[in-house]
Nanobody, 125 residues
Framework: QVQVVESGGGLVQAGGSLRLSCAAS????????MGWFRQAPGKEREFVAT????????YYADSVKGRFTISRDNAKNTVYLQMNRLKPEDTAVYFC??????????????????WGQGTRVTVSS
């Protein structure tokens, strides 16, 4: 059974930092790219960041580039999202997902096949 579980969300002031974690199981973790998406109230789910199987390559949405860092620890089956210099517009539920097997750096929602339930991040101004 494939499982993806996010944690680390919370309330933070603008300019602050949070680190999200995503624990994955049920698949050979190192065989899949992983990604983070987010969904703000009343908006569609949007791509945030993705990381290749080995962790050697990453790709970010323009809105978070330079502020967020995605990383992974294949020994712990965990992917992380370090979020710095947070802004109120970063407020959203953040989702972690497994990329479908053949994608190197998936960026589209339909290029992912297993999703977590999300963790809420609220940035106050």
């Amino acid at each position: 059974q494939v499982q993806v579980v996010e944690s680390g969300g919370g309330l933070v002031q603008a300019g602050g930092s949070l680190r999200l974690s995503c624990a994955a199981s049920g698949r050979t973790f190192s065989s899949y790219a992983m990604g983070w998406f987010r969904q703000a109230p009343g908006k569609e789910r949007e791509f945030v960041a993705t990381i290749s199987r080995s962790g050697g390559t990453t790709y970010y949405a323009d809105s978070v580039k330079g502020r967020f860092t995605i990383s992974r620890d294949n020994a712990k089956n965990t992917v992380y999202l370090q979020m710095n210099r947070l802004k109120p517009e970063d407020t959203a539920v953040y989702f972690c997902a497994y990329g479908s097997g053949w994608y190197v750096l998936p960026v589209r929602h339909d290029e992912y096949d297993y999703w977590g339930q999300g963790t809420r991040v609220t940035v106050s101004s």
